[in-house]
């Protein structure tokens, strides 16, 4: 059974660091893996989605890298900013299930 | 594109009504599904579908149905209201056929449930 796990649970970190948030899964039968941002009370934000043949994806101050053999994805945040302040979820799309697993998600505040 | 479109944002049940929770896209995504979001418990899915007329049962799909009668739409109904649904409600769709990229999973922006 595919399990994901966001390491930390929660960060926080001072304006302008750069911040590496990590995910993990069990089983590398993967389609994709995509990251999330969720502001509170709000819903899912697509940020990057990364296909299985690829090793990372990019966006502004966001890359997305993904290592399939190891079963990992990490998140890098470049000169984070307030604003950056959110939960960040990552899912992987099941090759066996065709089903979305989501991790626990990492709580991010970015102190001014 | 409104993307993903859920109503209503906000709903309180007494235990044993029912109620509708609506959802709609206009990406002529093929597959759509249901997801429930509670704390220290992640997003579970709910019920999902992958076509019109097709639909199947996720991780908690107790308590709740679903139909498929058309592309756009995937209505999630509560038949007996209880204090466990208490939550909040997301609808998602992904395009999965030919054609264009496929896979990445769109959100709408939730109904939060309270079940007194």
């Known amino acids: 059974k595919q399990e994901v796990t966001q390491i930390p649970a929660a960060l926080s970190v001072p304006e302008g660091e750069n911040l590496v948030l990590n995910c993990s899964f069990t089983?590398?039968?993967?389609?994709?893996l995509q990251w999330f941002r969720q502001d509170p009370g709000k819903g899912l934000t697509s940020l990057l989605l990364?296909?299985?043949?690829?090793r990372e994806q990019t966006s502004g101050r966001l890359n997305a890298s993904l290592d399939k053999s190891s079963g990992r994805s990490t998140l890098y945040i470049a000169a984070s900013q307030p604003g950056d302040s959110a939960t960040y979820l990552c899912?992987?799309?099941?090759?066996?299930?065709?089903?979305?697993?989501f991790g626990q998600g990492t709580t991010l505040q970015v102190k001014p | 594109n409104a993307g993903v479109t859920q109503t209503p944002k906000f709903q309180v049940l007494k235990t044993g009504q029912s109620m509708t929770l609506q959802c709609a896209q206009d990406?002529?995504?093929?597959?759509m599904s249901w997801y429930r979001q509670d704390p220290g418990m992640g997003l579970r899915l709910i019920h999902y579908?992958?076509?019109?007329?097709?639909?199947d049962q996720g991780e908690v799909p107790n308590g709740y149905n679903v139909s498929r009668s058309t592309t756009e739409d995937f209505p999630l109904r509560l038949l007996s209201a209880a204090p466990s649904q208490t939550s909040v409600y997301f609808c998602?769709?992904?395009?999965?056929?030919?054609?264009?990229?496929?896979?990445?999973?769109?959100f709408g922006p939730g109904t939060r449930l309270t079940v007194l």
């Open positions: 998602a769709s992904r395009h999965t056929g030919a054609g264009g990229p496929k896979n990445e999973q769109f």
């Open positions: 899912a992987v799309l099941s090759g066996n299930t065709g089903k979305l697993i």
């Open positions: 990364i296909q299985s043949s690829q």
């Open positions: 089983d590398s039968a993967i389609y994709n």
């Open positions: 990406m002529n995504h093929e597959y």
């Open positions: 579908s992958v076509g019109a007329g097709i639909t």
